[in-house]
Every structure is written in C-alpha cells, then in structure tokens.
T-cell receptor, first 113, second 113 residues
Framework: TQLLEQSPQFLSIQEGENLTVYCNSS?????LQWYRQEPGEGPVLLVT?????EVKKLKRLTFQFGDARKDSSLHITAAQPGDTGLYLC?????????????FGKGITLSVRP | EAQVTQNPRYLITVTGKKLTVTCSQN?????MSWYRQDPGLGLRQIYY???????DKGDVPEGYKVSRKEKRNFPLILESPSPNQTSLYFC????????????FGDGTRLSIL
C-alpha cells in the first residue's frame, strides 16, 4: 500500500486552463513538501506546508495542506507550457528523534501550447 | 553555485562488474541520501547519512553500499550489479535531515545488462 497517493497520475491540458491535483494519505504528516521534476533533471522544491489548513502561493501555483495534515492539493491557474513536468509530494513523519520522508509516485503534467 | 553533482550521468555496464556513482555537494550540508526512481514505483530511498561516518539504510538498501568519509561526498557502490538495479538514481542533500528541503542532483541513469 502506497503511503501517499497522488492523483491523477497523468494530466494533459491546454495552455490557459486551470487544474488541481491531489496528494492523499490516511496518515498524518508533520509537514509536506512539493517538488517539480523536469526531464533530465532532479526534483526541485516548490514549497513546504507545515500547518493544517495552510495555504501557500507561488505565482500561479496554490498549495494547500489539509486541516488534518493528511492530504494536500496543488492548484495551477492559467497553466503554461513551462509548468510541464512531474509533480511530487513528499510527506514527513516524525517519531521521537527519528523522521522519515516518503515520496508519492508523482503526477505527470503536460501543458500543450 | 550551490549544487549536488553526480557522476557519471549515464552508464551501461554488465552484471557483476563493480561500479561506483559519486555524489558531491558544495553547500556544507550534513545530510545526504540516495534514491532510485523507477516507473510506477516513484522515488525510493536507498541509504542516507546524517553526518560524517554515520549512515543508515533506507527502504531499498539491498545490493548497495555507501560511505561518508567526508562531509561533501557520499558515493553509492554497487559491488555486484544485477539487472534489477537498472534505474535512475538521485543523490540529495539538506542542512540537517528529512524535515528540510532536499537538494537533488541531476540523476545517474544506470543500465545493467
């Protein structure tokens, strides 16, 4: 069973459209990170959300952490071809002095000009 | 420029021939880790290191070794590579651990024939 489920797995949209993708779990996380990975490169951090209900904006990207800290969403307004990439969420779980970061499988987004 | 550098970027080799993938970071980060990325399985952690001379197994450590003799370097060693280790490998680093932004290298694509 995957700890973090990302949906949809694949999304192909036209430039200018809006979209929302999701990162869901039955587990509680201390924080959640979102990364974007482009072909031939490593993932690059977009944002970290820490507080339940927190909303963070990065230009046209809006990230929200669920109230119960079990899920997160990413909304992109007026998508552009430059938004194309693999979007990964990663949840942090802490147990005393130990912690573990688990990645979801990712969402492949293609924005057509 | 702050970066994580992996070498080689691409390698095709044969079963059983020992290989090392190097990873170096210039950000004075204490924490370093190795991931493999496979279609349908996402990013899975192989090994991580909280500091010099301190290494721990991740989720999929079988068939791999690591060492952390210096702060900046964290090589991944495949003593006897097998075809199921064909994958895209990423090295990552952060200041102190999982709860901080991970800085990834650009990846090493390994093919074991």
């Amino acid at each position: 069973t995957q700890l973090l489920e990302q949906s949809p797995q694949f999304l192909s949209i036209q430039e200018g459209e809006n979209l929302t993708v999701y990162c869901n779990s039955s587990s509680v996380f201390s924080s959640l990170q979102w990364y974007r990975q482009e072909p031939g490169e490593g993932p690059v951090l977009l944002v970290t959300v820490v507080t339940g209900g927190e909303v963070k904006k990065l230009k046209r990207l809006t990230f929200q952490f669920g109230d119960a800290r079990k899920d997160s969403s990413l909304h992109i307004t007026a998508a552009q071809p430059g938004d194309t990439g693999l979007y990964l969420c990663a949840g942090l779980q802490t147990h005393g002095a130990n912690s573990k970061l688990t990645f979801g499988k990712g969402i492949t987004l293609s924005v057509r000009p | 420029e702050a970066q994580v550098t992996q070498n080689p970027r691409y390698l095709i080799t044969v079963t059983g021939k020992k290989l090392t993938v190097t990873c170096s970071q210039n950000m004075n980060h204490e924490y370093m880790s190795w991931y493999r990325q496979d279609p349908g399985l996402g990013l899975r952690q192989i090994y991580y290191s909280m500091n010099v001379e301190v290494t721990d197994k991740g989720d999929v450590p079988e068939g791999y070794k690591v060492s952390r003799k210096e702060k900046r370097n964290f090589p991944l060693i495949l003593e006897s590579p097998s075809p199921n280790q064909t994958s895209l490998y990423f090295c990552a680093s952060s200041w102190r651990g999982h709860n901080q932004p991970q800085h990834f290298g650009d990846g090493t694509r390994l093919s074991i024939l």
